[in-house]
């Protein structure tokens, strides 16, 4: 787990400013869920087969010995709040969340055990069309920050009946194949088997190319969706991949699933996946409900967006000033500036005129006030503009109480820069 400090968190705000911008203009409402949920939520929601669940859940007890788990995902919490809150049977709704998660895995770049996440749900979406909005939105999304040489990869793992006839043909061969995989390979078979096909082990990848394909036991109800899928990504133009061992690592998806990865990435490419979970809301006890969404990791976003994200905002007015009635006015004027939507410093160190203005300079602020004893006997200030390259441009002496000649200042000198 790490800590973010300042000079790192500019370009972590600036990430999430443009992920909320872009989830506002689609209409996507934010949900805030509990960090800390109880351990039997991720226990029926993600799967007890699965490697979140068996091996990365930082799980204890409370002091009523109740078992509690901090939460290593967002959409089992979604999921919960909707049903605990009576909103599972509204229709149509598009939420998003960001935060905290955390897994005990081995760290690594890009990867903590607090780690942070985007998420994206659509709840009460059946039609095709919205796994197409929501894999569009991913797309763009990256794309937006900067994000180059990604892929993207599709599958469909059919409905309920699809999969359980496909995974009775899977076991057999699986039986039979057994001492030829790696051994969390066999030690899935009787826990996730179908968690086998996303194995990154050499040998196994190449042992599964024999392996039968859930694609082949699809119903025609299903193969239509994945083929109507893939037709209205190639008609956006969105480039794609086609995955067959694509099935993503917990027990809830159903038909769609994707990854987003990207090449700058090395091994650890994925940087968006998600699919459609129609079954998890009335498995966790709510009303029958489909739903599809997305996670992106917010660390690997940060490793992966524009250096321009890394840039802090220019300080517009930094205010030099000495003396205890200058003080005071610099004090109060720091108020007001505010309330233009300015970004104001205002020197606290009581330091000379010339180190104030030294700061200043370094901070590279677009214009700096000047109140010294004489400004503050004639209840004054000085203001004075400076180019890109610091050098004096401008300056003008303005009244305290001349709100509309120091408003005007501000349209016609740093509002219109």
């Known amino acids: 787990m790490v800590d973010l400090l300042p000079d790192q968190l500019i370009k972590w705000q600036n990430v999430e400013k443009i992920l909320i911008d872009q989830l506002s203009r689609a209409s996507i409402k934010e949900i805030r869920t509990p960090i800390l949920e109880m351990t039997e939520l991720f226990i029926r929601g993600?799967?007890?087969?699965?490697?979140?669940?068996?091996?990365?859940?930082?799980?204890?007890?409370?002091?009523g010995e109740r078992s509690c788990t901090l939460r290593p995902e967002g959409t089992a919490s979604v999921a919960r709040a909707l049903i605990q809150n009576g909103i599972s049977s509204k229709p149509f709704q598009k939420l998003w969340y960001m935060g905290p998660m955390f897994r005990y895995e081995r760290p690594?770049?890009?990867?903590q055990r607090q780690f942070h996440q985007l998420g994206v749900e659509f709840v009460g979406y059946e039609d095709v069309r919205s796994d197409i909005e929501i894999i569009?939105?991913?797309?763009?999304?990256?794309?937006?920050?900067?994000?180059?040489?990604?892929?993207?990869?599709?599958?469909?793992?059919?409905?309920?009946n699809d999969r359980l006839n496909f995974q009775k043909s899977f076991l057999?061969?699986?039986?039979?194949?057994k001492d030829s995989l790696d051994v969390d390979s066999q030690n899935r078979i009787n826990k996730n088997p179908l968690r086998i096909l996303d194995s990154k082990n050499v040998q196994t990848k190449k042992i599964l190319e024999n392996a039968p394909r859930l694609f082949d036991f699809l119903s025609e109800k299903s193969l239509e969706r994945y083929i109507n899928l893939k037709k209205q990504l190639e008609f956006l133009k969105i480039p794609y991949i086609e995955n067959f061992n694509l099935v993503r690592g917990l027990?809830?998806?159903?038909?769609?699933?994707?990854?987003?990865?990207?090449?700058?990435?090395?091994?650890?490419?994925?940087?968006?996946?998600?699919?459609?979970?129609?079954?998890l809301i009335k498995q966790m006890g709510g009303n029958e409900t489909p739903a599809i969404?997305?996670?992106?990791?917010?660390?690997?976003?940060?490793?992966?967006?524009?250096?321009?994200?890394?840039?802090?905002?220019?300080?517009?007015?930094?205010?030099?000033?000495?003396?205890?009635?200058?003080?005071?006015?610099?004090?109060?004027?720091?108020?007001k500036?505010?309330?233009?939507?300015?970004?104001?410093?205002?020197?606290?160190?009581?330091?000379?005129?010339s180190k104030q203005f030294k700061k200043a300079n370094k901070l590279k602020s677009k214009s700096i006030i000047v109140l010294g004893d004489e400004e503050a006997s004639n209840k004054e200030f000085v203001i004075r503009l400076f180019?890109?390259?610091?050098?004096?441009?401008?300056?003008?002496?303005?009244?305290?109480?001349?709100?509309?000649?120091?408003?005007?200042?501000i349209n016609n000198n740093l509002f219109l820069k």
């Open 251 to 279: 027990d809830y998806y159903t038909h769609t699933a994707f990854e987003i990865t990207s090449g700058s990435l090395g091994s650890q490419a994925t940087v968006c996946g998600g699919g459609r979970y129609d079954n």
């Open 136 to 160: 569009a939105f991913a797309w763009d999304i990256l794309g937006k920050l900067g994000i180059k040489e990604l892929n993207l990869e599709i599958n469909t793992l059919g409905d309920l």
């Open 46 to 63: 993600i799967g007890e087969g699965t490697d979140v669940v068996s091996k990365e859940m930082y799980t204890f007890l409370d002091r």
């Open 293 to 335: 969404g997305f996670a992106i990791g917010l660390e690997r976003l940060i490793l992966l967006a524009g250096k321009e994200l890394e840039a802090d905002r220019q300080t517009d007015i930094y205010i030099v000033n000495k003396g205890l009635n200058a003080e005071l006015l610099a004090m109060n004027l720091s108020r």
């Open 172 to 177: 057999e061969w699986l039986e039979i194949n």
């Open 337 to 353: 500036l505010r309330k233009y939507d300015l970004l104001v410093e205002l020197d606290v160190t009581g330091a000379s005129f």
């Open 387 to 409: 180019t890109k390259d610091c050098s004096e441009n401008k300056e003008e002496t303005i009244s305290v109480e001349n709100d509309i000649k120091l408003e005007n200042w």
């Open 108 to 111: 690594q770049a890009g990867r």
